[in-house]
Nanobody
Framework: QVQLVESGGGLVQPGGSLTLSCAVS?????IGWFRQAPGKEREGVSC????????YSTDSVKDRFTISRDAAKNTVTLQMNSLKPEDTAVYYC?????????????????????????WGQGTQVTVSS
């Protein structure tokens, strides 16, 4: 059974940085960060394959956010730089449990519709002056 616990959210000024961390227990390959702003659908932000390290990020964050994994600590981190007010949302970590492989791009696209997805509880990120 996979369990995910997010941490690291908070309030930051525009242009600032935050680091989100997802502590992972259990076995999973495809994993990523998703966000949901008020009144909007949940969307994939950045995803990574834990087996080969390939990554995907949506265009709106590609030059600002970096997803990485630490095998020793069993964590997946999202480094967010140059934050904008439109990045304000609840950020969730989500994983595809088990040994099934899926490309990060595919996981970021389908996770919100997948019955197999395991989700964390979410962490609030607010970008405001």
């Amino acid at each position: 059974q996979v369990q995910l616990v997010e941490s690291g959210g908070g309030l930051v000024q525009p242009g600032g940085s935050l680091t989100l961390s997802c502590a992972v227990s259990g076995f999973t390959d495809a994993i990523g960060w998703f966000r949901q702003a008020p009144g909007k659908e949940r969307e994939g932000v950045s995803c990574i394959s834990r087996s080969d390290g390939t990554r995907y990020s949506t265009d709106s964050v590609k030059d600002r956010f970096t997803i990485s994994r630490d095998a020793a600590k069993n964590t997946v981190t999202l480094q967010m730089n140059s934050l904008k007010p439109e990045d304000t949302a609840v950020y969730y970590c989500a994983a595809l449990p088990g040994d099934r492989r899926m490309s990060p791009g595919a996981w970021c696209s389908i996770a919100t519709r997948s019955r197999s997805a395991t989700w964390g509880q979410g962490t609030q990120v607010t970008v405001s002056s």
